[in-house]
């Protein structure tokens, strides 16, 4: 089992930045990818991006690209996403989610960190 903590979310005027943090624990991570996704008030969940954590390779979603950045800190099991430059479409429920295969349903999910961003 994996368990996953976000926190930092917050509200925020547009064009400023916020850090969302995902603490994790239960395993090493050193086989999983993990993943950032988002969920907007009646829309569906939307993949934001992953990191691979042994090698630190990353995606994002054209949506946040060249604006949001993932990294992760092997000492303290915990992976980042740095938003940069945010727009009120960015505002939504921010999740942190694990999988040990990027083509596979992540399989441990955080239980969500509010990002709100005013115009």
């Known amino acids: 089992q994996v368990q996953l903590v976000e926190s930092g979310g917050g509200l925020v005027q547009a064009g400023g930045s916020l850090r969302l943090s995902c603490a994790a624990s239960?395993?090493?991570?050193?086989?999983?990818?993990m993943g950032w996704f988002r969920q907007a008030p009646g829309k569906e969940r939307e993949f934001v991006g992953r990191i691979r954590w042994s090698g630190g390779s990353t995606y994002y979603a054209d949506s946040v690209k060249g604006r949001f950045t993932i990294s992760r800190e092997y000492a303290k099991n915990t992976m980042y996403l740095q938003m940069n430059s945010l727009k009120p479409e960015d505002t939504a429920v921010y999740y942190c989610?694990?999988?040990?295969?990027?083509?596979?349903?992540?399989?441990?999910w955080g239980q969500g960190t509010q990002v709100t961003v005013s115009s």
């Open positions: 989610a694990a999988t040990l295969r990027s083509d596979r349903p992540y399989d441990y």
């Open positions: 239960g395993r090493t991570l050193s086989s999983y990818v």
